[in-house]
């Protein structure tokens, strides 16, 4: 069991096993379509990057009070590499787990899961309900409104950007364009 390496197959059969609700299954595969442009554009391992994506919040959907923790427990029991599951628990960092980012990868994922909320809910309201017309302006003009989207934690999207010397719009830009890869996947295609 040392030398398992997750598969997609194996971690998307797992993000359903423990999740029963599409929304929490098109938030994994939004955060996946992100994490494997953001491997691309740093020349990082895609397929890890994704996978870890896709299982970042394998727990939420039965054990909320439990986040991070329990996908430890879960991820350990299934004989995950270490690195895998540290990258996992690292993206609740200040919230339910005391574990900082310290690689690329896990300040990525840190830094992009609740953008991809702000993204989404940004490309419901439009007209086309597409991500594939979503703008960064458009974006950050939601931003400042904190009743738009309001359980999206902009300060952690802030700290993450912080994180990775990034920008914010390129930030944004980013995650944009890693959601629309993935538009039809996580019903964002819309009527364009």
Known sequence: MDNFVPTRENALQLLKEYNPEDSLIKHGLAVEGVMRYMARKNGEDEEKWGIIGLVHDLDYGKFPEQHCQKSKEILEEKGW???????????????????????????????????????????????????????????KKKWKDKRFAAGVNRDIIVKGAEMLG?????????????MREVAEEIGLKGSL
Request: charged fraction near 25%; include cysteine.
């Open 81 to 139: 590499p270490a690195d895998y599951i540290r990258a996992v628990i690292s993206h609740g960092w200040g919230i339910c787990s005391d574990t900082k980012p310290e690689s690329l990868l896990e300040k990525t994922l840190y830094a992009v899961d609740e953008l991809t909320g702000l993204v989404a809910t940004t490309a419901l309201v439009r007209p086309s309900k597409s991500v594939m017309d979503v703008e960064v302006k458009s974006v």
């Open 166 to 178: 990034v920008d914010l719009s390129e930030l944004i830009d980013d995650t944009i364009k890693g």
